[in-house]
């Protein structure tokens, strides 16, 4: 490969054989060093598949339910044919019917008193009570509000009168190759602890392929009863809890990093405010817990009414300021000078060289940071627990000043519970969770792509 | 004077002034010494005892240079002799750069530039600039050269908006190229097309004087030569300041020429002086300097 150049030998360099071992060695390192890097990122791909195949696991499969009373008898004691009407079909009058006959007077009129039945009229109360009640000083809720759907009323049937109770789940692969091993799992359960199954024969277990993830799931608030619980509430809080993430750490963020990057002169003052920005990234999210709770829940609980969904909000928000700030003026730092003297340069102010040049540019930047800022802020569980989401809860969040819970809170409290089912509805959570920020950033980049597609 | 109010940029202390700046700018000096010896008419602008610095570092040190209407002045001299500096101070853009400081005078209709209260967003629209590196915004052609007449308060009509674009588009000989492609960016263009396309955007907002810091060394021969024929063009309505590398460029198209050169001062500091100031072909037929000579004899050492 060499050709004689006739040029005098330097003795530093290699010699020509020299060169080709050294070559071979280069190579050689070259390759290791491939090998090793697609081994550490075989290991992280790994590490990913596992985290989400067990939560898959946990999300569907077969379960082993046994009920209180079946819902064909129910269907038949009201006279039609279990072949061809379900309970989910029945109408409002009739699930009516049937919660009137599995439940006492007493807890009809208690339900009725928090949501009415009707419309037109009532169901457990006297015309007379209902009125006395209604005019009492603090009249239930019952009074003003509209009736129960016929979906509310199912899942009270369901909750009451069904009364599912589920002896076994199974996680998703064990459910595809388990074979006829439930039969038998089933039957140890029965022998072991027959005091928490008296009333039941094997034949009475119905085995069924369950989704814990459904459209039921996310629709339905939380219950007592894991297979009746749903996630709406705590959906319906997270997205709050983003929506206040957002107006508040955008607008802060976003400015703050404009003036640091663009306006600020360099002096101690702002050296000294950069250095704690950076620090302030990497606080533990507790501690903004307790900030949370200081500041928002107690300080200045006339204007956050305390506990709420403001006071969470703006407690993410601060978590995810710095993080905005930082990489916001990573992004308008990436922004070429010559945009900026090519702005100055016709004669415009700085900041109409900003907005019009620079700041269109770094967007797709900002964006991206942002983003996954708030979507470190989605997954936050300790912060929201000092600042007071409700582990319980089944009314919606309607506004700033709603109790609220949150998806990793419902997460962490199902989790924490030993039951099998709660287990199965936590990773049912967690697998919405993740759709949730799946979303989130593909909104980024869509986004991002429109406004880069935009710039060019 | 602009029709803006003056928001100020960087130079907020001086803003709540006495001298209303601007006042003194706004032309009328124009012609005012036809008849009147060379050395004493009052030029476009001018430096007097001009020292800038970069942090301790004396970039460039008593520059007295006057630069007439309605020529083209060439800088010229080796590299890091502080063309790109003395250029950059002339339109305050220097102010940009956290370190440099600016001593002397530069006097510009009278007025010092560099006076507390002058508002240098005011003298950068009165002295446009064109950079090295052809640097046009990711924006459309047409908004390329709308921006800076929007900003600086066109009250026009649209249709006086598309008038201007193509006024300037055709003054940088750019017209017939994209007239059909306004709505494309700018970085769709070849390099010498967008250098056209920022002389155009500087002409746009009728500066009085253009200043061009080595605007071809980018460029192939033959853009090379649109862009000086284009220079020639817009000597009869702009004074033309431009930085060049290339002699053979500086005798083409220039009325008057500067030569710098970096001596080594007492501490070892490579500071840039201005060495000769002639009119062009003086200089590069006569020049009073050796060092000028050697320069352009590529004598240099
Ligand atoms: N932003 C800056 N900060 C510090 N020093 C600078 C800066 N810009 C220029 N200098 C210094 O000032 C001196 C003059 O630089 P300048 O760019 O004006 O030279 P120039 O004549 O334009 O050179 P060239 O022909 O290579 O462009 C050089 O020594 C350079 O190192
Ligand atoms: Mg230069």
Same mark, same amino acid.
């Given at each position: 490969m060499s050709a004689d150049t006739g040029r005098p030998v330097d003795r530093n360099f290699p010699t020509e054989d020299e060169y080709q071992v050294l070559l071979g060695k280069r190579t050689r390192r070259g390759t290791t060093a491939k090998f090793g890097f697609l081994f550490l990122l075989s290991l992280a791909v790994l590490g990913l598949a596992v985290l989400l195949m067990t939560i898959i696991n946990d999300s569907f499969g077969l379960v082993a339910v046994v009920n209180?009373?079946?819902?064909?008898?129910?269907?038949?004691?009201?006279?039609?044919?279990?072949?061809?009407?379900?309970?989910?079909s029945l109408s409002k009058e009739d699930l009516v019917t049937v919660l009137?006959?599995?439940?006492?007077?007493?807890?009809?009129?208690?339900?009725?008193?928090?949501?009415?039945?009707?419309? #037109?009229?009532?169901?457990? /109360?006297?015309? !007379?009570?209902?009125?006395?009640?209604?005019?009492?000083?603090?009249?239930?809720?019952?009074?003003?509000?509209?009736?129960?759907?016929?979906? !509310?009323?199912?899942?009270?049937?369901?909750?009451?009168?069904?009364?599912?109770?589920?002896?076994?789940?199974?996680?998703? &692969?064990?459910?595809?190759?388990?074979?006829?091993?439930?039969?038998?799992?089933?039957?140890?359960? &029965?022998?072991?602890?027959?005091? +928490?199954?008296?009333?039941?024969?094997? #034949? /009475?277990?119905?085995?069924?392929?369950?989704?814990?993830?459904?459209?039921?799931?996310?629709?339905?608030?939380?219950?007592?009863?894991?297979?009746?619980?749903?996630?709406?509430?705590?959906?319906?809080?997270?997205?709050?809890?983003?929506?206040?993430?957002?107006?508040?750490?955008?607008?802060?963020?976003?400015?703050?990093?404009?003036?640091?990057?663009?306006?600020?002169?360099?002096?101690?003052?702002? #050296? &000294?405010?950069?250095?704690?920005?950076?620090?302030?990234?990497?606080?533990?999210?507790?501690?903004?817990?307790?900030?949370?709770?200081?500041?928002?829940? +107690?300080?200045? /609980?006339?204007?956050?009414?305390?506990?709420?969904?403001?006071?969470?909000?703006?407690?993410?928000?601060?978590?995810?300021?710095?993080?905005?700030?930082?990489?916001?003026?990573?992004?308008?730092?990436?922004?070429?000078?010559?945009?900026?003297?090519?702005?100055?340069?016709?004669?415009?102010?700085?900041?109409?060289?900003?907005?019009?040049?620079?700041?269109?540019?770094?967007?797709?930047g900002i964006l991206t940071g942002t983003i996954l800022a708030v979507a470190r802020a989605i997954g936050e569980t300790a912060p929201l627990i000092l600042v007071g989401a409700a582990g319980f809860i089944t009314v919606d969040p309607t506004g700033p000043f709603s109790q609220f819970t949150a998806l990793p809170i419902q997460i962490f409290q199902w989790a924490s519970f030993p039951q099998k089912e709660w287990q199965n509805i936590a990773a049912a959570a967690s697998l919405a969770l993740l759709i949730m920020l799946l979303l989130l950033n593909a909104v980024a980049v869509i986004l991002r792509n429109r406004y880069s597609r935009r710039m060019t | 004077m602009s029709d803006q109010p003056v928001t100020t940029g960087e130079d907020a202390a001086g803003a709540a002034g006495e001298i209303r700046p601007g006042m003194a700018f706004s032309g009328g000096f124009r012609g005012a010494g036809e008849g009147v010896p060379e050395e004493l008419r009052p030029g476009v602008i001018e430096t007097r005892g001009m020292n800038v610095y970069y942090g301790d570092f004396e970039a460039v040190s008593g520059i007295d240079l006057n630069f007439q209407y309605n020529e083209i002045s060439a800088l010229i001299g080796p590299s890091g002799c502080g063309k790109s500096t003395v250029l950059r101070s002339l339109n305050r853009m220097n102010d940009l750069i956290p370190s440099a400081r600016t001593e002397g005078e530069v006097i510009y209709h009278g007025e010092n530039i560099y006076a507390p209260g002058v508002d240098p967003v005011e003298i950068r629209r009165r002295l446009g600039m064109v950079f090295q590196k052809p640097n046009p915004f990711p924006k459309s052609i047409y908004d390329n050269i709308a921006w800076g007449v929007k900003i600086n308060g066109f009250k026009g009509s649209r249709a006086d908006m598309d008038d201007v674009v193509q006024r300037a588009l055709e003054q940088a000989a750019l017209w017939d190229e994209v007239k059909d492609k306004l709505k494309e960016s700018g970085l769709s263009l070849s390099g010498g097309q967008q250098q056209r396309l920022c002389i155009a955007r500087a002409v746009a907002t009728q500066p009085d004087v253009v200043l061009m810091d080595e605007p071809c060394s980018a460029l192939d021969p033959i853009a090379t030569l649109r862009i000086e024929e284009l220079m020639l063009e817009l000597k009869k309505d702009y004074s033309i300041i431009i930085v060049t590398h290339n002699m053979q460029q500086a005798a083409r198209v220039s009325d008057r020429t500067a030569f710098f050169n970096v001596e080594l001062d007492n501490r070892g500091m490579r500071t840039g002086h201005l060495v000769e100031f002639s009119p062009t072909d003086l200089l590069f037929t006569n020049p009073k300097q050796t060092q000028t000579e050697d320069y352009i004899t590529g004598r240099f050492g």
């Open positions: 209180q009373q079946e819902p064909e008898e129910i269907v038949a004691s009201l006279g039609y044919d279990p072949g061809e009407v379900t309970l989910e009137a006959g599995g439940i006492s007077n007493g807890v009809g009129r208690r339900l009725e008193r928090e949501q009415r039945f009707f419309e #037109d009229r009532l169901a457990f /109360e006297t015309q !007379d009570k209902w009125d006395e009640v209604c005019a009492s000083d603090e009249p239930p809720a019952g009074c003003s509000g509209g009736a129960r759907s016929q979906g !509310d009323v199912l899942l009270l049937v369901k909750e009451r009168i069904v009364q599912p109770d589920i002896i076994a789940s199974y996680g998703f &692969f064990n459910s595809i190759l388990g074979g006829n091993a439930f039969k038998d799992d089933i039957a140890g359960i &029965f022998e072991n602890t027959p005091e +928490r199954w008296p009333d039941y024969t094997f #034949d /009475e277990v119905r085995f069924q392929w369950r989704a814990w993830l459904n459209m039921t799931f996310v629709t339905t608030p939380s219950s007592s009863i894991p297979e009746l619980a749903g996630i709406r509430t705590a959906i319906l809080g997270s997205a709050w809890l983003v929506l206040f993430t957002v107006l508040f750490a955008v607008p802060v963020g976003v400015g703050a990093a404009i003036y640091l990057e663009e306006f600020a002169k360099k002096n101690r003052i702002n #050296d &000294f405010i950069q250095t704690n920005i950076n620090n302030l990234a990497g606080v533990p999210s507790i501690i903004y817990g307790m900030l949370g709770l200081a500041v928002f829940v +107690r300080l200045l /609980e006339p204007l956050t009414q305390g506990r709420t969904v403001i006071s969470a909000g703006l407690t993410l928000g601060l978590l995810t300021l710095p993080v905005v700030i930082i990489s916001s003026q990573e992004a308008i730092r990436a922004v070429p000078n010559s945009l900026r003297q090519g702005g100055m340069a016709l004669g415009a102010t700085k900041w109409q060289t900003v907005r019009s040049h620079v700041l269109p540019v770094a967007v797709p | -």
